[in-house]
């Protein structure tokens, strides 16, 4: 479904965040837009007005579809996220455990027990919003969000598990904290983690250097 924000933006809603990112990286490869923005469930594109009209954009989108969105090719490389659960850097831990019935050792087993992919990164710099959480864990988004979430917190929502790269207000139930750099402004890949990105997350007792 298109739908248009605007006299320069069309929405494009798709199935899957793994979509979201084939399409995106598809339409850059095409010509006539100037900035295409995947996120979950959605890829925003900008068109320029004053080459193109609004019907025009949204044929040249349809003819894209109708091919078919691409398959996300998965990155090969792995990233291990080593992790502190519970105490003064997982704060939510224990409310966590009184909702679904689990022990913090059983969370943090099922919490570490799997690969994932990251769908997004987004909302501030460097945050990634990770699929595939396991359904035993999924709780809702805290009803009264932080103020402020330090930087490396690792946080659940919903299906996804989220890493904060920077500190910033969020509503996300805190189970841990990393020392792992996601976000450098001054380095060449300013993200550590990217769209397609297989995750593995570590339990550590201490923060590693």
């Known amino acids: 479904m298109l739908t248009q924000y605007g006299d320069d933006l069309i929405s494009i809603a798709v199935e899957r965040p793994e979509d979201a990112q084939a399409l995106a990286a598809h339409l850059r490869n095409t010509d006539g837009w100037q900035e295409v ?8 594109v900008q068109f320029d007005v004053l080459s ?5 954009a949204r044929a040249a989108i349809d003819r894209i579809l109708a091919v078919g969105i691409p398959e996300l090719v998965d990155s090969d490389e792995l990233v291990e996220i080593p992790v502190v659960y519970g105490g003064e850097f997982g704060p939510d831990l224990d409310a966590l ?10 969370i943090v087993q099922l919490h570490t027990n799997r690969e994932y992919r990251v769908d997004m990164v987004g909302f501030t710099p460097g945050f990634a919003f990770i699929g595939g959480l396991d359904e035993r864990l999924r709780v809702p988004r805290r009803q009264a969000p932080r ?4 930087a490396g917190s690792v946080g659940i929502a919903d299906e996804r598990t989220g890493l904060y790269a920077m500190a910033s207000p969020g509503g996300w139930t805190l189970i841990g904290r990393t020392s792992y750099r996601l976000f450098d402004a001054t380095a060449e890949r300013p ?8 995750v593995r997350f570590r339990a550590v007792e201490d923060h590693e250097p």
């Open 37 to 44: 923005v995947p996120g979950i469930d959605s890829v925003v």
């Open 52 to 56: 193109t009209s609004a019907d025009h």
């Open 97 to 106: 455990s009184a909702a679904t019935g689990l022990s913090a050792d059983e």
């Open 147 to 150: 103020q402020r979430v330090p």
């Open 191 to 198: 993200f550590a983690l990217a769209p397609g990105m297989r």
